[in-house]
């Protein structure tokens, strides 16, 4: 018979954390940008060199992009990148 083990406390091995605010925040702005820009999600997506659907998913606040991913996405929405966390910053608050 298998030996029951008891649940450690804490974060599972492997698990990260992931504040759901900022990227929310994040997608929102993206998304705006964009819209501004009368843009698609593809084209967007392969301005930055960067998946469709990755890029859903930041839009949607499932994923934070890394510093490269701000700088291609910034460059592909003609922006500098610090409008896009400066505008974030706002939106969190």
């Known amino acids: 018979m298998l030996e029951q083990r008891k649940p450690k406390h804490g974060r599972p091995l492997g698990a ?5 605010a900022p990227a929310l925040a994040f997608g929102a702005v ?9 843009m698609s999600q593809e084209d967007l997506a392969n301005a930055a060199q960067v998946e469709r659907s990755h890029m ?5 606040g499932e994923h934070l992009p890394n510093l490269v991913l701000i700088l291609r996405l910034s460059k592909a929405l003609c922006v500098k990148p610090g409008f896009l966390v400066d505008r974030t910053a ?3 608050k």
């Open 56 to 60: 859903g998913k930041i839009e949607r």
């Open 90 to 92: 706002e939106l969190i």
């Open 30 to 38: 993206v998304r705006e940008k964009r819209f501004e820009l009368g």
């Open 16 to 20: 990260k954390t992931f504040d759901p």
